[in-house]
């Protein structure tokens, strides 16, 4: 099994009592892991990657917008 598919997929279960302080094994540990071929693994954490890097591009472009911003103000101002 690839770690990330494994990685990725836990990111997706929904943990009982995840909002208070606990060790949250003991729920983990009944959840069934589906194990796909690894060709279906490898096109889920490409697929996933993709995802990333657009997230990663979207957040640059937010993080940019105050500067450009005061550089439109300053220069039309």
Same mark, same amino acid.
């Given at each position: ?6 990685? =990725?997929?836990?990111?997706? $279960? #929904?943990? =009982? ?9 003991k729920?983990?540990?009944n ?6 071929? @690894? #060709?279906?693994? !490898?096109?889920? $954490?490409?697929e996933v990657?993709? @995802?990333?890097?657009?997230? #990663? +591009?979207?957040? +640059?472009?937010? !993080? +940019? +917008?105050? #500067?450009?911003?005061q ?7």
């Amino acid at each position: 099994m690839r770690m990330k598919f494994l990685c =990725e997929y836990l990111k997706t $279960i #929904a943990i =009982e009592n995840a909002g208070r302080y606990e060790r949250h094994f003991k729920y983990l540990k009944n959840q069934r892991v589906p194990v796909p071929s @690894l #060709a279906e693994q !490898d096109r889920i $954490i490409s697929e996933v990657e993709k @995802l990333e890097a657009k997230i #990663a +591009a979207a957040r +640059a472009v937010l !993080d +940019a +917008a105050p #500067a450009r911003k005061q550089m439109i103000f300053e220069k039309w101002l």
